[in-house]
């Protein structure tokens, strides 16, 4: 079989056209398939552009978060204007848990950071950190979050501090927790919201002399409508400085305390001064009374003698219900006159212009005069010793004696330390008392020295006598050795009187004896008596040196003791700022 030209002509033509048409179809499902493959590529672009831009706004937002999170610690904790502190729940000491304060060591050399009591089965106490909050009776971490189950932050809590004007005063902070949530849970910023939650790593109190530190690890999720989520951590913290609350307990205790007078004239009656008498003083370590040592030398120096101001008198009651006191004429005393009476008791009185009425101190507290310790008597054994004629020189063997009478003239009679009944020494004698290897103890029941005897003095000595010392003649003592503190006079009853012109020096304790210095005779020391009488120009001049007299007065003494307490009730200093901050939890 055989086709003609024209035949084959129009076959190959058919062909042709089929061929063509498969090519088209084969163009066209290849163009299909691009376009195809074109528009998926496409939409794979288009989503991963929109999840980017999805977590880069959830990134955003959570880290808006945590710059709210810092303005609103700044806010709550920052130095409240009341209180001028920072109003962190106050520090616990005591060791039972608490859950309205925190506890901490302050200050710590060492913070010690542990994990919260619960956090085998809570995540957040198992963050370490150096300060914790009692809650179910245990210390765990401080947290603050959307969850009443994790928080244990208190929500209302009190600081007690003092105010501007120093008064303590308790402050209420209530609400905080709440506040926390109303502004940093499901928080709106664009079109997403974010939560907060924050742990407190550490709370250290500053040190001496430099800052410490609050931080708080505070972690930030946020959520857009479309399901997309960030979380964002970082840290809170500022300098602080300690704030503290001091308050003063005073407590006043009252007691009986003993007031020992110091040496002066004592009555334990009254004071009579006559005449050109005086009361001053003197110090005996400066040298003689009234001698030239230059002013400013002591205290109450008058001038620049070896004279002061300080012969104080004391009067414990009336003298013949007339009064403590009695001064006539320009009788005196240069320091006070201390008495019992009350004014305008008529207790004292004045006649003359020697004393000035401003130096009489009344209402003092009674007197308490110690009893006068017995004297002795001598052996019935002991034998009795007299001297007759004249120009004789005679030391007493040491022992005891009863009567010991000096007559005569010019007759020397040295007593060796001992108990004795009654000295009696008359005419122009003298009688030589003490020793230069100590003192010397006399027991006498009377001593008595008349006409111009002399009274010779070469050691301390301590005499005592039970019944009257009369002085009548004269009396020194070795040049520069002796002090009236070194002649101790005790005189149970009886009397004591100085006479003429004999001075005398001493520390006499007389309280139930009146004593009388009369004429131009002078004491130096203190004397104690029962009524002390001082007429013409005998003098007392006080030995500021003395030891005290005895006497004393009970006097009601309130002693406030103040307890000052410290403690810390707050914190003040920098501004909350954030570090560290990280894509992703704590």
Not at 27 to 32: E, P
Not at 361 to 381: H, M, N, R
Not at 537 to 547: F, K, L, Q
């Amino acid at each position: 079989m055989y086709f003609q030209r024209d035949d084959m002509k129009s076959c190959l033509a058919e062909g042709q056209r089929g061929a063509a048409l498969v090519l088209a179809m084969l163009t066209i499902l290849v163009v299909s398939s691009l376009a195809g493959a074109m528009l998926f590529s496409g939409s794979t672009d288009a989503l991963i552009h929109n999840n980017e831009v999805s977590a880069r706004q959830a990134f955003y937002i959570a880290e808006s978060g945590l710059h709210h999170a810092t303005g609103w610690f700044m806010s709550r904790f920052g130095a409240d204007p009341s209180t001028g502190f920072w109003v962190l729940p106050e520090r616990n000491t005591s060791s039972t848990p608490s859950p309205t304060k925190l506890t901490y060591t302050e200050p710590p050399a060492e913070p010690v950071y542990s994990l919260g009591a619960q956090s085998g089965s809570n995540p957040d106490d198992a963050i370490p950190t150096s300060v914790k909050i009692g809650a179910g009776g245990v210390l765990r971490n401080v947290v603050i979050s959307s969850s009443n189950s994790t928080t244990t932050f208190p929500n209302d809590y009190t600081v007690t501090a003092n105010d501007s004007s120093g008064v303590s005063t308790t402050y209420y902070y209530n609400g905080v927790v709440d506040d926390f949530r109303a502004h940093l849970v499901n928080h709106s910023v664009g079109n997403g919201m974010f939560s907060i939650k924050a742990i407190m790593l550490a709370l250290n109190p500053p040190p001496s002399g430099a800052n410490g530190i609050i931080m708080w690890q505070v972690t930030s999720t946020s959520r857009l409508p479309n399901g997309a989520t960030a979380t964002v951590s970082g840290i809170i913290s500022a300098p602080i400085s300690a704030v503290s609350n001091t308050v003063e307990t005073s407590v006043e205790t009252s007691e009986m305390t003993t007031i020992v007078l110091p040496p002066g004239v004592i009555a334990k009656d009254g004071l009579i001064l006559n005449g050109n008498a005086k009361v001053d003083s003197y110090r005996s370590d400066l040298g003689a009374y009234n001698a030239n040592i230059g002013s400013g030398r002591y205290e109450g120096q008058i001038g620049s003698t070896n004279r002061g101001s300080k012969g104080d008198a004391w009067a414990n009651g009336p003298h013949n219900n007339d009064g403590s006191y009695t001064f006539n004429g320009n009788a005196h005393v240069t320091g006070k006159a201390y008495t019992t009476a009350a004014p305008g008791s008529g207790r004292v009185i004045i006649n003359g212009p020697g004393m000035n009425p401003n130096n009489v101190v009344y209402s003092q507290p009674p007197l308490t005069f110690p009893p006068v310790p017995a004297v002795p008597s001598p052996p019935a054994s002991a034998a009795d010793f007299t001297v007759n004629g004249s120009g004789k020189t005679i030391t007493l063997p040491n022992g005891n004696y009863k009567d010991v009478t000096v007559n005569g003239s010019s007759n020397t009679v040295t007593l060796p330390g001992g108990t004795y009944e009654d000295l009696i020494a008359n005419g122009n004698n003298t009688i030589v008392l003490g020793s230069s290897l100590g003192t010397t103890t006399y027991n006498f029941r009377s001593f008595t020295l008349n006409g111009s005897t002399l009274l010779r003095i070469v050691g301390p000595v301590q005499i005592n006598v039970a019944n009257g010392m009369t002085y009548n003649g004269n009396e020194s003592t070795t040049i520069g050795s002796l002090k009236p503190s070194d002649v101790k006079i005790n005189v149970v009853s009886g009397s004591f009187t100085l006479n003429g012109s004999a001075d005398a020096i001493g520390i006499v304790y007389a309280p139930n004896v009146n004593v009388n210095i009369n004429g131009s005779g002078d004491f130096f020391g203190s004397i104690v008596g029962n009524r002390i009488t001082l007429n013409g120009n005998g003098d007392i001049h006080v030995d500021e040196n003395s030891a005290s007299s005895g006497v004393y007065y009970q006097q009601e003494v309130t002693t406030t003791t103040t307890t000052t307490t410290t403690t810390t009730v707050g914190y003040s200093g920098g501004s909350f700022s954030l570090s560290g901050m990280r894509q992703g939890g704590g």
